[in-house]
Each structure stands twice: as structure tokens, then as C-alpha cells.
């Protein structure tokens, strides 16, 4: 039976007791501390990427809407080049900007970019309706064109607020 003394007196024992203790007393938060480190820096990377990523789909967009702005000029257009607008990044990192990016602002004014641009994609797929089989044979209805027009320049508008946002955000990193 081993007694209290005995175990007392066991220094190597105790030693190696103590040793551990204060390591794990001292590994607990310097692990802790580097695990908040790195997760601080993928996040800052991950946002660095994204924000540069929303940069070049604004402005992706902005020539598409551009384009879409020139053939609808005319007064009764024949040709409407009828691309989509590019929603993929604002639809897929529609939460994820909110964890990333601490400006609300900013994600605000990307959303309603989506949000415009969203609706400037019914409105040309009503157009391709419209069109139907004979591409050029008919011709979309006035109102459609007018709607359209409308919806371009609150597109545009949304687009270049946007822009501003993000890049004041590039200023700020």
C-alpha cells in the first residue's frame, strides 16, 4: 500500500507533475492563440478574393448592361443581344459576403444589384418568349422595351454604387 509520504517523496513523480501541468498550462493558449491566428488570416485572405471577385463581376456586368444599353437605343431595335447578366458569384456568396465583409453597406448595394439584375433577366427572358423560333421576326412590345430601358439605367445606377462600394473597401485593406 502506498502512503501519502511515499508518494511525496517520489520527486521524479512529482516532477514530471508539475512539468505537465505547467505545459498544459502554457500549450492550452498559445494553441489556442495560433488557431485564432490562422483562422483570422484564411478569413482576411477569403475576403481579399471574394472582394476582387465581386469587383470583376461588377464590372462584368456593367459591359453587359452597356451593351444590352446600346441595342436598346434605337427606337424600334431589330437586334437585342439577349445575354444573360452575370449572377453566379452575387447568387452563390449571397450569405457569405455578410460573414466576410464588416461593411453592411457594401453588401446592401450588392444585393440590390442582384436584385436588379435579376429582374433585367425576366425581362429579357419575356423578350426571348417573345421572340420565340424567328429570332428578329418579332418584335418585343414598346412597353417591354420601355420597362427595359427604365430597368437598365436602375441597373447601371446600382452597378456604379456597387463599384464605389467595393472600392472603398479595397481602399480600407
Known amino acids: 500500500m502506498v502512503t501519502i509520504e511515499a508518494f511525496l517523496c517520489n520527486l521524479p513523480f512529482l516532477e514530471d507533475l508539475i512539468t505537465t501541468f505547467i505545459g498544459a498550462l502554457l500549450a492550452i493558449p498559445a494553441a489556442l492563440w495560433v488557431d485564432r ?22 464590372e462584368t456586368n456593367i459591359s453587359l448592361v452597356g451593351k444590352l444599353e446600346e441595342d436598346l437605343k434605337k427606337d424600334a431595335p431589330t437586334q437585342i443581344a439577349l445575354n444573360f447578366m452575370d449572377l453566379s458569384l452575387l447568387d452563390t456568396t449571397a450569405v457569405r459576403k455578410y460573414e466576410l465583409i464588416s461593411s453592411i453597406p457594401t453588401c446592401v448595394a450588392i444585393d440590390h444589384v442582384s436584385y436588379e439584375l435579376h429582374f433585367l433577366n425576366y425581362i429579357l427572358d419575356y423578350i426571348r418568349i417573345v421572340d420565340g423560333n424567328d429570332p428578329g421576326k418579332h418584335k418585343p412590345p414598346k412597353d417591354i422595351i420601355k420597362s427595359c430601358r427604365d430597368r437598365l439605367r436602375t441597373a447601371k445606377d446600382a452597378l456604379n454604387t456597387a463599384k464605389e462600394k467595393l472600392k472603398e473597401l479595397d481602399r480600407k485593406r
Open 37 to 58: 491566428y490562422v483562422r483570422y488570416k484564411n478569413e482576411s485572405n477569403e475576403r481579399n478574393q471574394l472582394i476582387d471577385a465581386l469587383k470583376n463581376t461588377i
